[in-house]
């Protein structure tokens, strides 16, 4: 099999896995499809560069990240964008709890989010975090903590999450 059939192959088995990672640390269908294409694209181009094709899955997760917190820093206007704008407001019932809980996330800066998303979304340890982040462990687990204290009265206000489980300080 040649690179490029073999890049094929993984990206047809990655892209679903990378667009719902991307979904939760963007909170858009259209911009978690762009983050996984750029993301993809850049690993094309270093894909002769990863010597182990069962490394690829980790430093395609990096990628992903970087690739997102890099987008976050470059945009840092107030203005959220949207497909649709509302003509009136929107009724008033209990949202569901995924709703509730993407919009928590996105009170979380882009960082943080990640840390998050991948620590108890995507169940990575908290060496592995730190290790597709760049920073230390101990970072990892007060930039939990942080945002975990952060989410909890959003969470526990809109009354869909009774209790965040998960405590970041205990690695």
Not at 20 to 35: K, P, Q, S
Not at 43 to 50: K, L, T
Not at 75 to 84: H, M
Not at 131 to 153: F, I, M, T
């Amino acid at each position: 099999m040649t690179s490029a059939e073999d890049f094929i192959e993984f990206a047809t088995a990655e892209s679903p896995r990378l667009r719902r990672m991307a979904f939760l640390l963007c909170g858009d269908w259209h911009t978690a499809e762009d983050l996984a294409q750029s993301t993809l694209a850049k690993m094309f181009a270093s894909w002769h560069r990863i010597s182990k094709r069962d490394a690829a899955h980790a430093y395609a997760t990096r990628t992903l990240v970087n690739t997102y917190t890099s987008s976050q820093r470059a945009r840092r206007s107030g203005e959220l964008p949207t497909s649709v704008v509302p003509e009136r407001p929107a009724p008033s019932q209990a949202p569901e709890l995924r709703m509730v809980v993407l919009d928590a996330l996105a009170t979380l800066s882009a960082r943080a989010r990640a840390v998050v998303v991948l620590r108890y979304w995507m169940d990575l340890s908290v060496g592995q975090v730190a290790d597709l982040l760049g920073c230390s462990p101990g970072n990892v687990k007060s930039q939990s903590a942080r945002a975990l204290d952060k989410l909890r009265p959003l969470l526990a206000e809109a009354g869909g999450v009774h209790e965040l489980k998960g405590d970041a300080r205990h690695g």
